[in-house]
C-alpha cells in the first residue's frame, strides 16, 4: 500500500491517498454507494465488466483518498492500450462534494499513471454527470472516439489527455494491447472502457 500526501506540509485538509485492493471493503462501500447514484442518475447500475486484478500495480491501482479516517474520494486507472491507460470508478460521496477532492484525485491518478510509463489517459462519463465534464474539461482533457462496453449508448461521452512523460521510469512501459487501445474489457475495470464518473 502507497500512502502519498497532497502538497508539502500537512494539515487537516490534506487528503492522504492510499493505494488498496479493489476487493478492499472500503472500496466495496464506496461502489455501492457509486452503484446506487447510477441508479439514481440512469436508472439502472453501471453493468460494465470490472477485473480487480485490472487495478493491480504495476499496469494498474486504485485509490482511496482520505481526509483522518474518513474516505473523501475514489478512483483507479488501468492498462487500455500501449502506454495507454483508463481512469476508472471515480466518485466523492455526497457529505464531501465541492471541496476540490474530484480535481485531487484526478491529479494524484495521471501522476502515478504517468510514474509506470503510461503517456494517455483515457476516460468515459455520462451527459447525466456535468460536473465530471465540467471537470476533465477544465484540467485538459479533449474529445475522443467512443470505446468499451457503453460505446453506443447516447448518454456516453468520451475523453483523452497526453500526459507528462516521466523520464525517470527507466525506459519501462507496459506490455502492447495487441487491440492498440481498444481495451479486451473496457470501462469498468476490466475489459469495457466506459465508466460514469460521479464527482
Known sequence: ???????????ATEILFRSLRYSDPVVRALED??????????????DAPVEPDEFAPPEGQFLVGFLGNEPV????FRRHGERVAEIKRMYVPH???GGGHARRMLIELE??????GYERIVLETGLK???AIA????SGYSPTAPFGHHAHNPYSRYFTKTLAVDESVDGHQPDPDPADGDHAGGDGADSESDE????
Do not use: C, W
Not at 454507494?33 to 453501471?46: A, H, K, N, S, V
Not at 501522476?111 to 509506470?116: D, M, Q
Not at 460514469?196 to 464527482?199: C, F, M, P, V, Y
Open 129 to 131: 454527470q456535468p460536473e
Open 1 to 11: 500500500m502507497t500512502d502519498t500526501f497532497t502538497g508539502g506540509k500537512k494539515d
Open 111 to 116: 501522476n502515478r499513471a504517468a510514474a509506470v
Open 135 to 138: 471537470l476533465y474539461t477544465s
Open 73 to 76: 474520494a475514489t478512483g483507479g
Open 95 to 97: 457529505d464531501h462534494r
Open 196 to 199: 460514469r464518473e460521479l464527482l
Open 33 to 46: 454507494e457509486l452503484q446506487q447514484e447510477y441508479i439514481e442518475r440512469y436508472g439502472d447500475p453501471d
